[in-house]
């Protein structure tokens, strides 16, 4: 179970901090301890509490060979979470949702496919044979493709749980997920109803720092998990006779 940081280490990175009094939403009510200057201050020992709650599930999926999509809605979360999945070899989803990723996988695949072939294509100088303007086409739609779906290209089924930054901009993924039976586990905001997913993580998810801790906590917790697992296979493994 990765560390949970300390209560100093949270207030350093601004964990505490909410939106406006005006702008809260009244289910946040439970995570939140005082207002000051009208903004909501976020109780950062429930914080450590549904931390644990969330990051023991996630270590626990990802130990029993699950998989984590890491999904980021938000622009100062994008670069964290796109490595945080590079790093421990998981799928991911920045700057959008594209619809139907859960839902709609028939369309999904024939974009996997098509920035396969492009990237095929250019490899192998078959695009040497188109003019520059239709090569610089073509790489536009290779960009476009890489950014949409390069993140999910490896991504052969549902994922057992998705990790979210930005709840209140991922209504859409929250619904997909809900619809195939996929679990969110959400770093989430004074401004967001927390019914919205099943694994909460209160805290400004608007600062950089503090969107950081918890990304690196969530990436530890998969290591953990993938380390488990190979553990468990190795337990499982028959032994070879003499």
Do not use: C
Not at 1 to 25: E, R
Not at 92 to 121: H, M, P, S
Not at 201 to 220: H, K
């Amino acid at each position: 179970m990765p560390q949970i940081p300390s209560l100093v280490d949270m207030l350093k990175a601004g964990m505490h901090f909410g939106h406006q009094t005006s702008k809260w939403h009244p289910k946040m009510k439970q995570f939140i301890y005082t207002s000051r200057h009208g903004i909501h201050i976020l109780d950062l020992e429930k914080t450590s509490i549904e931390l644990t709650r969330a990051l023991t599930f996630i270590r626990e999926i990802v130990a029993a060979g699950g998989q984590v999509l890491f999904t980021s809605l938000k622009k100062q979360a994008d670069g964290a979470v796109r490595e945080a999945a590079e790093t421990t070899n998981m799928p991911y989803i920045v700057e959008r949702w594209l619809g139907g990723v859960f839902t709609n996988w028939g369309v999904i695949g024939k974009l996997i496919q098509r920035l396969e072939k492009l990237e095929a294509d250019k490899t192998r100088g078959v695009w040497a044979q188109y003019t520059k303007k239709e090569q610089i086409e073509l790489q536009k739609d290779l960009d476009k493709l890489m950014l949409t779906v390069g993140g999910i290209r490896t991504m052969t089924k549902l994922p057992e749980v998705v990790f979210l930054v930005g709840v209140r901009e991922g209504k859409n993924a929250i619904r997909e997920a809900r619809k195939v039976g996929v679990p969110v586990v959400g770093f989430i905001d004074t401004d967001t109803n927390p019914g919205l997913i099943q694994y909460t993580i209160p805290g400004n998810d608007d600062a950089l720092r503090s969107i950081q801790m918890v990304v690196s906590l969530v990436t530890e917790a998969v290591r953990e998990g993938q380390q488990a697992a190979l553990a468990n296979a190795a337990a499982s493994a028959p032994t070879p006779s003499a």
